[in-house]
């Protein structure tokens, strides 16, 4: 059975909407402040009208210091401004997140509110389960007006809007300067050549060949984004404007292939598995690595592994062709199916306020989406995250087609098999883009 | 009284196996007591009916349904006849994970079988802090996965995993065990063989308690070796729990998922990729719940057929 957005009347929704706009434009107030600010009138009578049980589905907030952070500080607020609803979270974690919605689309039993990831959008709107946000008032201009455009663009499909922006994780080089000036250079790399350079200097191996401190580091991140991150360096895309074809097996994605499998095999600068994602300390923070593509919330990791790494460690973009940054993130939506479409607009309006986003942000490291929070307290004393804010213009996103979530899982296993010789670049990715290719045509 | 008299005579055998229509006939002369105990057992025996029919019949019949359609949990589920079928054995990751599951059972189930038999056969001589022993090596089979899974890649990580500890402390240069692809699937089956040491094991206690032991003592007025008395006496006698524990293992292996879900994903490059890691990608990474299905249908069949040629072999030993 297709599951289409659901014809309801919206009522009420009006002066909701009012709501959202002038939420998102908010600047520094907390959460009951705006709501203070702006719930006069007719938007209190509404507020108190809502009402209703609601679930909400969330990758972020996970652990015990997130679960603390939402249930004790931020959904009292919440329950202040719409004593009324009450909210059933069901946490999760990225890596289960397609099951959770899986299983809760087979079984009809769709979350009221739920945050996804960059890229899942396309997918989820495609498929008629997650409500589009228009009726709200919420439209491309008057998002683009308060966070990147390119943020936006990856909460919206087929011209309308699916989903509000919350949270950014950026990926980008990382460089231990005190590495860097003991092999005699003050500047991380400006160019690949550079980087190929300074990686190999600052290699170090013991006597039997083992790798004790890796140039550059790419082995720490997924092997789909690691690659994403050279291909955006290498000018290169992942797919054709109209999102009909996949471009990443061109010369760029080639390049940024062949650039990663000589980083480990001619370059040696990095052994495959010398570090992985699932290592307790990045290698930058314990100079394991002298160079690495990271997450921005290495500078959270570092503030609790060991805070001296921190005077050492250099942000910076990776440039190829063009400056090269990655970006991903977290989205809140609502279901089409929602049984209490304003209650659950409310909490998309109220995890998407300025307050409450700054939290999650902080909480894990993030990066707030909202272009306005660059002057945070938070931003400035966090210089990665800062960083990012500062860069995004370079920074380009996955995803695109509806397939997205079909096909990412193939990416890792593509690069794999390029950085363990069993294929040329070339071949890996003329493959992967066949798969991709015969997904988008299904 | 011979310890042979039975103060009632046993039921005769039925002549024939009983068709439908004589039931039927035999119901309509039952007595009304005779009727009565029929109704209770029918009663009896429908909670555990209702509950395979629910959770087990219906589920298979769907997935055999489901494999010939292209659902994909969003809409509609539109009747594709075989093309999952063809498409998964044209899949060359899926036809992959065939080879690797096959691979994966060719070394843990006679590895781990073979183990078990000895440490069960060691267990059973009466040592000092037996049940000790007994319940250190059961305890993996009681233990998650997942938790188990995790201990393990502890062991194989590279920079501060025992097993290059181990190696380092020789002098030998460590390896990156899990993301190797030569090493990889030898990891795997290693964490594989262990862990289903404990279940087999305890079949095996239970299958050696069985022995007479009287052919042992036989054995020794002949003068047997321990060793001969191993290989003449107590593997034949476990023949039938041999074949028990081959065909759970064979089901056991081809099912594995958790391990390879927490300890490679399926990597380095698909190289340690299973059957069941497939189905599950295609269902919830993909979406692909027909293709799924088909994938599901696959694995049955190959069950299917491992089950029935060990059942022969298994009659034809009886």
């Known amino acids: 059975m297709r599951v289409t957005p659901r014809i309801r009347s919206w009522t009420g929704l009006a002066a909701v909407a009012g709501l959202v706009v002038s939420v998102a434009a908010c600047s520094s107030e907390t959460a009951s402040e705006d709501t203070d600010a702006t719930a006069g009138g007719d938007s209190s009578a509404a507020a108190s009208e809502i009402s209703g049980t609601i679930s909400l589905l969330t990758p972020i907030f996970e652990g015990t210091p997130g679960q603390e952070l939402l249930e004790d500080e931020l959904l009292p607020q919440f329950y202040e401004m719409y004593p009324d609803v009450t909210v059933e979270v069901d946490y999760t974690t990225y890596g289960n997140l397609n099951e959770k919605l899986t299983t809760a689309v087979a079984s009809g039993l769709v979350p009221d509110v739920m945050m996804m990831g960059v890229g899942w959008i396309e997918g989820f709107a495609d498929k008629g389960v997650l409500a589009d946000l228009a009726p709200l008032g919420l439209t491309e201009d008057g998002l683009k007006e308060v966070y990147t455009d390119s943020i936006v663009e990856a909460g919206m499909w087929d011209g309308d809007v699916y989903a509000v922006p919350i949270m950014l994780d950026t990926r980008f080089g990382v460089a231990r300067m005190d590495i860097l000036e003991e092999a005699g250079y003050t500047e991380p790399p400006s160019s690949w050549d550079e980087l190929v350079e300074i990686a190999e200097a600052t290699t170090v191996r013991a006597d039997n060949g083992s790798l004790d401190r890796a140039g550059f580091d790419m082995m720490s991140l997924d092997p789909r984004q690691a690659f994403e991150v ?24 080639v390049a940024a292939l062949e650039l990663m499998t000589d980083m480990v095999n001619t370059y040696e600068v990095e052994d495959i ?69 304003e209650a659950a607009t409310a909490l998309l ?5 300025p307050d409450v986003a700054l939290a999650a942000n902080e909480q894990r490291g993030n ?59 070339q071949e890996s990715l003329d493959d992967l883009a066949a798969l991709v290719q015969d997904a988008i045509n299904r | 009284m ?55 019949l219906i589920p298979v019949i769907a997935t055999f349904y489901l494999s010939f359609t292209d659902y994909d949990v969003f809409s509609s589920p539109n009747w594709i006849w075989f093309d999952n079928y063809v498409e998964t054995f044209q899949d060359p990751v899926f036809v992959k994970s065939i080879w690797n599951t096959i691979w994966y059972t060719f070394w843990t189930v006679p590895v781990s079988m073979a183990v078990a038999v000895v440490v069960a056969v060691a267990l059973n001589q009466g040592l000092r802090l037996q049940r000790f022993y007994r319940t250190a090596f059961f305890l993996p089979q009681v233990t998650a996965t997942v938790a188990i899974a995790m201990v393990w890649l502890w062991i194989f990580n590279p920079q501060y995993g025992l097993l290059n500890g181990i190696l380092e402390f020789f002098g030998l240069p460590g390896k990156a065990w899990l993301v190797d692809p030569d090493t990889a699937m030898w990891s795997v089956i290693i964490v594989g063989a262990w862990q289903g040491i404990g279940i087999k094991m305890l079949i095996y ?15 020794s007025l002949d003068g047997a070796s321990a060793v001969r008395k191993f290989f003449s006496i107590t593997l ?39 059957m069941t890691y497939e189905v599950y990608r295609s269902a919830f990474q993909e979406f692909r719940m027909g293709m799924a299905a088909a994938q599901s249908v696959v694995l049955f069949a190959f069950l299917l057929v491992m089950t029935l040629i060990s059942r022969r072999a298994t009659r034809e030993e009886d």
């Open chain 1, 230 to 253: 050279m291909l955006f360096s290498a000018g290169g895309g992942l797919f054709n404007e109209d999102v009909t074809e996949p471009v990443f097996n061109n010369e760029q994605g």
């Open chain 1, 273 to 341: 598995g010398f570090a992985s994602p699932d290592d307790i300390v990045n290698p930058l923070i314990n100079g394991r690595a002298a160079m690495g593509i990271a997450h921005n919330n290495l500078w959270t990791q570092a503030l609790e592994a060991d805070e001296s790494a921190l005077e050492h460690m250099e942000p910076f973009l990776i440039e190829g062709e063009v400056p090269g940054m990655f970006f991903g993130g977290t989205l809140a939506t609502v279901s089409s199916n929602s049984s209490s479409p």
């Open chain 1, 349 to 353: 309006e109220f995890l998407s306020s």
């Open chain 1, 367 to 425: 990066v707030p989406a909202l272009t306005e929070l660059l002057e945070s307290e938070y931003v400035q004393s966090n210089r990665f995250v800062q960083f990012a804010l500062e860069n995004l213009e370079y920074a380009q996103r996955e995803g695109g087609p509806s397939t997205w979530l079909e096909v990412r899982g193939d990416f890792a296993p593509a690069v794999e098999a390029a950085l363990l010789e069993q294929k040329t670049p």
């Open chain 2, 2 to 56: 011979s310890i042979f008299e039975r103060t009632e005579s046993p039921p005769a055998p039925p002549e024939k196996p009983p068709t439908v229509v004589t039931t039927t006939r035999k119901t309509r002369g039952l007595s009304p007591a005779e009727r009565s105990k029929r109704r209770a057992g029918w009663l009896m025996v429908a909670p555990a009916a209702l509950h395979i029919g629910i959770w087990t």
């Open chain 2, 205 to 219: 206690i239970a299958a050696l308690q069985n022995i007479d032991n009287s052919l042992y003592e036989a054995a």
């Open chain 2, 236 to 274: 034949p006698m476990l023949k039938p729990a041999t074949f028990f524990v081959f065909i759970i293992s064979i089901i056991g292996a081809f099912q594995v998922f958790d391990q390879i879900y927490v300890l490679t994903d399926g990597g380095p490059a698909n190289a340690t990729t299973m």
